[in-house]
């Protein structure tokens, strides 16, 4: 007698099993002054990458989508420092969807390729209700939002393989949950990449910052896909030059004495001073004074 699984039966099992993997992507909290409200940014996409885009997902039939989703990926990867990534992601509409992704592959092209195998799996789980996926939360013991961004990238055709994205993309607002929502869409002739945030974790610079990293990881897929991507920098040069430069500090001259010469000057101007903390236990200069002073007679003898 054969057994029939209905399909939404399966579709639970599937979200079932999302839902017990583990593992949240927050989205950054770049702001200094965090204020309650929406923000709106928007970029275009430089011609030479669409032109790029276009030109690689016709060559390996794979939609715009899965591009828009592998750099969201890499992007995320970069701000959380994991390699395994949490995101919403909208499907043809609807509500977003918990969309899990990992970043291992090396290579562009393989990010690419399971971005899209991720993609194209997800509608075919969304029948289930939102209030069912609930229920699966609270029944697992699950307790907070599932995600905090959004990549709103609703396609107008069914085909899996066009590469149009809905001219529309992205207009929906921001849910309780999530912090940033980031897609694409048209405008006068030109693709524009469009990020919605709150304005209580990120600020107008950080959005831009979070857009430039989208666009560059766009420009590295279309310029070299079998590069491999764990060993190029999301960073421009500007913020690059910045970090290594402008954060370091004043420069100090060296002081003309060793290692052990400048401990002992510590111990004598501050010998009460905590030198050292590990758990529960700290250490004076004084103190580790004599274990010090043990090794270094040891090793000249």
């Known amino acids: 007698m054969e057994t029939h699984v209905s399909p939404s039966r399966t579709a639970r099992e599937h979200w079932r099993g999302v839902l017990t993997a583990g593992g949240f992507t927050p989205a950054p909290r770049w702001t200094l002054q965090p204020v309650p409200g929406v923000g709106e940014y928007e970029t275009p996409v430089p011609d030479d990458t669409v032109t790029g885009l276009r030109r690689l997902a016709a060559e390996l039939a794979v939609p715009l989508p899965s591009f828009l989703l592998t750099a969201h990926a890499k992007v995320l990867a970069a701000l959380s420092g994991e390699r395994e990534i949490t995101t919403g ?58 995600f905090e961004t959004v990549l709103d990238l609703t396609e107008t055709v069914s085909d899996p393989t066009e590469t149009v994205l809905d001219p529309a993309a ?68 500007e913020e690059l030059r910045f970090q290594l430069d402008q954060l370091a500090g004043p420069a100090r001259e060296l002081p003309d004495a060793r290692m052990h010469e400048l401990f002992e000057d510590r111990v004598r101007e501050h010998p009460d001073a905590v030198a050292a903390v590990h758990a529960d236990r700290q250490w004076t200069y004084a103190e580790l004074r004599t274990p010090i002073a043990m090794t270094s007679g040891a090793a000249s003898r």
């Open 89 to 146: 992601y909208v499907a043809r509409g609807g509500s977003p969807l918990l969309c899990r992704l990992t970043t291992a592959p090396a290579s562009w092209r393989e990010l690419l390729h399971r971005a899209h195998q991720v993609a194209t799996e997800l509608p075919a789980h969304q029948d289930v209700p939102a209030e069912d996926i609930e229920a699966l939360k609270s029944e697992l013991g699950l307790t907070g939002p599932l």
């Open 170 to 237: 992205i207009d929906g607002a921001l849910t309780e949950d999530a912090a940033l929502r980031v897609g694409v869409r048209h405008q006068d002739g030109r693709l524009v990449l469009r990020l919605r945030y709150r304005t209580d974790a990120l600020d107008a610079d950080s959005a831009a910052r979070i857009a430039g990293y989208h666009l560059t990881a766009l420009a590295l897929i279309t310029a070299d896909p079998d590069a491999e991507h764990t060993h190029q920098s999301l960073l421009s040069a």
